[in-house]
């Protein structure tokens, strides 16, 4: 914990799990601690890191330059919705130590400053996936994953405008998530690793957040369990699928998959990730195995899926024989009084 730390953790935070797990609600309770700062979801931390080659060696500082007008000038990052000067963070990645983990970090800096805080964080659902990435930018980083029954998930999923996919990708995604934080919580251990459920977040708040705050080396704040005041400045009212976090924490969506799913829907996800639900106690529904054509016609997507993921990792080892420049965030701790000009 950090009462007795001299040195506050720096360490950036990465919150990710399945969509409609409630991230932005676990967003929302870690930007309300006095220390940490998370933005709305951005657009640039996977597309730099995919185009990185495009950047060319970053120790040029004409290349710094263009990465910076890539990240703070173009509408698809997002950029503009974090509230910051774009020339004077531009000019502080050109100043950074040339590698795009640094680059990275100085934007997520500079938005931590902006709110009075030292500490930043990103959350993106998708970066489950790509734990890889982030941990070769950011080596120190600790990882949140956000857990929800998966029934819930899915028929959230169904329900988004946003999300174009079938009810067997909907499920898949769901057991992807959850196999892949298993592996991650192998992989990088208990001091980088930190799981926690949907469920239980909701329900007693307060004692599920001083967990995670001892996992991350804070002191628990109780702010963190009133979020709904941060969401009505900063959740845009279009959003209606966040609607619910603009109100007090509640648990009354709990096991709502019941009334919003039909029972083939039921049969069919509990066919695909039952021993998984069973694993986080949640508890079955009991209805019949669904017909083998439902099977068979999940097992097609799923497979799709993994090849898919198959292709997307090699082209990923391809592009790391062809980096320019380092990848890893070479920033100076935010007291530090060295300067962290490139080299």
Not at 181 to 209: I, K, N, S
């Amino acid at each position: 914990m950090s009462s007795g730390l001299e040195t506050p953790s720096e360490r950036p935070i990465f919150v990710f799990g399945c969509p409609r797990s409630g991230t932005t609600l676990l967003r929302l309770m870690l930007h309300s601690h006095p220390r940490i700062a998370i933005p709305t979801e951005t657009r640039f931390v996977l597309p730099a890191y995919t185009s990185r080659a495009q950047f060319g060696d970053l120790t040029d500082s004409r290349n710094r330059r263009a990465l910076a007008d890539w990240l703070t000038a173009r509408p698809a990052t997002r950029f503009g919705e974090l509230g910051l000067d774009a020339r004077a963070v531009a000019e502080e990645i050109v100043a950074a130590p040339p590698t795009l983990g640094s680059a990275l970090a100085v934007v997520f800096r500079a938005y931590a400053r902006l709110h009075g805080k030292t500490r930043w964080g990103d959350k993106r659902p998708s970066y489950i996936r790509h734990a890889g990435a982030l941990l070769r930018m950011f080596p120190d980083a600790q990882f949140v994953h956000l857990v929800r029954d998966g029934r819930d998930c899915v028929a959230s999923l169904k329900e988004m405008p946003w999300y174009g996919q079938d009810l067997n990708h909907a499920i898949s995604v769901w057991r992807e998530a959850v196999d892949t934080g298993h592996r991650l919580a192998a992989r990088l251990g208990p001091d980088a690793f930190y799981e926690l459920q949907y469920e239980r977040l909701v329900t007693d708040p307060a004692d599920e957040l001083s967990r995670l705050c001892e996992f991350l080396g804070e002191e628990y704040h109780p702010a963190m369990t009133a979020p709904q005041t941060l969401a009505q400045r900063t959740v845009p009212p279009q959003k209606t699928w966040h609607g619910l976090t603009r109100a007090a924490v509640t648990s009354a969506r709990v096991g709502s998959w019941a009334q919003r799913l039909d029972a083939w829907e039921i049969s069919l996800a509990e066919a695909a990730f039952g021993d998984r639900l069973a694993a986080y106690g949640y508890e079955p529904s009991g209805l019949p195995k669904p017909p083998a054509a439902r099977l068979a016609r999940f097992a097609r997507t799923a497979a799709h899926r993994r090849m898919a993921h198959g292709k997307a990792d090699l082209r990923e080892r391809w592009q790391r024989r062809h980096e320019p420049s380092p990848v890893d965030c070479r920033l100076a701790p935010a007291g530090d009084p060295v300067a962290q000009q490139g080299h």
